[in-house]
């Protein structure tokens, strides 16, 4: 038989999302496109962001009390900056219905497990999760359906979690577009500083120091920028709030990862001063072949 195929049940009668920016409303607006819940309600942190959610359809209900929103909720999915994560898990602790799945979408993991877990009555289960996908744009307005498609999705659940809680979380992600990949929350840590955590404090170095030089300069910064630096200024336009919180819940493999960047940019320093082309050459050969490799895995 032909025709359009029987629409699946939804994964969870009510979605709850705590804070509602670019990935809470990519969410919002993916799981309604699949029919994966029944019903979307959100908080957000002020007023005006919680009337932006209603006014763009994206919930049915909207409140600056996160505790309130979370009742009855059977998925709560935490989408603001990790910093918060502690304040909050303590506030809608009380009012988790009993099998509740807590899932979040924050860039770094071992956090989740210190700041959340602890709070969570006997019964409710947490299983984090990071969507390797995102923009430099923030709130509502910015967010979009297919965000997730084909990218990455990280979740990070310990040792004993609920199977079928994890099962549905992962189902959530697939069925939003996402490949999802289980992880030790202290490898996602250490992976992230690389691929996200250095790129991003590189981007906000480079482009902090030409904002210190002369005024003069600065206006030929701007003027002969695709020269690279472009390419920078856009990573470090990324929300201040969020970027802040990753480096201070995600300190120890970023300076891990800073320490070994120094050493190599030192190498680097030397074969210039020393006009050691071969070695400049030679790494510049294999970091373009890193960059075909990403547009292979069509990760570009
Ligand atoms: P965003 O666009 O800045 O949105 C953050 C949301 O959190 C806003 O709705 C904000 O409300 C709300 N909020 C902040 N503090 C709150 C509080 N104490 N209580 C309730 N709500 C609060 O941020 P985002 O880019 O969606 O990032 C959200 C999370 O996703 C972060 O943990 C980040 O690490 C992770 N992530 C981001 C990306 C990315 O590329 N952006 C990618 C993957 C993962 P107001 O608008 O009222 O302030």
Redesign the pocket.
């Known amino acids: 038989m032909t025709g359009t195929p029987a629409p699946t049940a939804p994964l969870f009668e009510r979605m709850a999302l ?9 969410l919002a607006r993916a799981a309604r496109r699949h029919g994966l819940v029944r019903e979307i309600v ?5 007023q ?3 009337d932006k959610a209603l006014e763009l359809g994206l919930v049915e209900r909207a409140s ?1 009390d ?1 505790a309130a929103i979370v009742e009855d909720a059977d998925l709560v999915v ?5 910093g ?1 994560y502690a ?2 898990a303590a506030a809608i602790a009380p009012r988790l219905r009993a099998g509740a799945v807590v899932t ?5 993991k071992q956090a989740v497990l210190r700041d959340v877990g602890p709070h969570l009555p006997d019964g409710v289960h947490l299983v984090p999760g ?11 307005e ?2 979009f359906a297919e965000l997730f498609e084909g990218r990455w999705c990280i979740l990070t659940p310990p040792a004993g979690t609920n199977a079928e809680a994890v099962r549905r979380v992962a189902e959530l992600w697939t069925r939003v577009g996402s490949n999802v990949e289980m992880m030790e929350a202290s490898h996602h840590d250490r992976v992230l500083a690389i691929t996200s955590h250095l790129p991003h404090l590189i981007a906000y170095t480079i482009v902090g120091t030409a904002t210190d030089l002369e005024a003069s300069t600065q206006s030929e910064v701007i003027k002969f920028s695709a020269g690279g630096f472009r390419d920078f200024t856009r990573i470090a336009a ?2 201040p ?2 970027w802040r ?2 480096f201070l819940n995600n300190r120890e493999a970023v300076l891990e990862i800073i320490q070994r960047f120094t050493e190599d940019l030192t190498m680097l320093q030397r074969a210039i001063r020393w006009g050691e082309g071969d070695v400049l050459e030679d790494l510049f050969t294999r970091t373009r072949a890193i960059r075909r490799g990403i547009i292979q895995a069509k990760q570009a």
């Open positions: 705590v804070g509602i920016g670019l990935i809470g409303s990519s959100c908080s957000a942190r002020s005006t962001t919680c600056t996160s935490l989408c603001t900056p990790v918060t304040d909050i979040d979408v924050g860039s770094v990071h969507p390797v996908a995102g923009t430099e744009h923030s709130g509502p910015s967010g990324s929300d709030e969020m919180d990753i």
